[in-house]
């Protein structure tokens, strides 16, 4: 029988996390009750609070004579995040769910961030609108809007209650065999303007037994694909695609934050390396554009998205940010350029055609990279040329083998 962990405030929402764990047992599933709020919960949980405070290397009793919430919120987070997976390796769990408003989404999504991906985590939450990525990371913890607080039994929270409960039911409930593959991983970063390089890279790679995982540079993509290269998902890595320094550095809407680019020179995984995109940074609508870009060149990509062409002094920075994260590797990295236009539109005829632009980022590098680890390529072709696409693709396999080669030594 599969397992729930139902992790909540059981002292101030005691009589909802009794209704749902009745809700979830009715359907046939344990239920391991994990107790994080400071005080003493309404009924005896499985894991006490004082269990939680210990793995953040405290007490509960310190936590609550201090009556600090935001402090014993940090503190018993702390704890959760190395509860949550070392009971999940013990096998006392299968999925986990949860309940609350930020508070209590702030408590528990630390510990559902640390399991791997595809265990099922859900989230009942009164901030699941806007900006999730505070508590989602790069993690596949569902959020589901609570619609009103999760505060008390009524009409609307009770159908809110009972449709996370039967979504875990049949995460739990209804497996599909799972999806094996042998092959090789490759990850590789993707935009709407650099889509065919990608897929003609892809298709190549594939043909030639390789595995290839597309991450949209949204800001998140790169963040996830970071996160997985770190974690020794992947054979080879083809970020062809860039551009969230270029959000990072000049204000635009999808950075990846300041590690963008540096787990596959840490974990010395083979990449291939360029510069997709680096031409525009992004914002929402165009009236979300900041009143001091409104004179820039602007590209309406579609009603929600807004372009800004970088300038040369933008390029001139974002050469040197590529340059500092590509000097930290120390074997299997290639750096191709295209010479003829890093996007879809930075090329002949297109609105965003720049060739001072791409000229200044492109001599930026060539100056800045100092690392004999890294091999420069000028190539006589916009990134979305199939030529292009294909001889990254190949390059990457080089390299690859070069690694599998000095390992098999």
Known sequence: MKTVALIGTFDTKGEEYSYIKKQIEKLGLNVL?????????????????????????????????????????????????????KLYKQGRFDGVLSFGGTGGTSLVAPGMRALPIGVPKIIVSTVASGDTSPYIGTSDLILIPSIVDVAGLNKISVQIFNNAVLAMAGMLKFETEPFTSDKPLIAASMFGVTTPAINFARHYLEARGYEVLVFHATGVGGKTMESLI????????????????????????????????????KTRTPQVVSVGALDMVNFGPYETVPEKFKSRLLYKHNPTVTLMRTTEEENKRIGEKLAEKLNLAEAYTALIIPEKGVSGIDVEGEPFRGEKEDAILFQTLTDQITNPAVEMIYRPEAINDQTFAEFAAQKLITLIEEKEGKNNE
């Open 230 to 265: 770190q974690s020794g998902f992947f054979q080879g890595v083809l970020d062809l695609t860039t551009t969230e320094w270029a959000d990072e550095l000049v204000g635009g809407v999808l950075n990846a934050g300041p590690h963008r680019l540096e787990a596959a020179s």
């Open 33 to 85: 009750t994990i107790h994080v709020g400071v005080f003493e919960p309404a009924f005896k949980p499985d894991i006490s609070n004082q269990r939680v405070a210990e793995e953040a290397g405290t007490d509960i009793r310190s936590l609550a004579e201090r009556k600090d919430r935001a402090h014993a919120t940090e503190v018993l987070s702390r704890g959760m995040e190395k509860l949550v997976p």
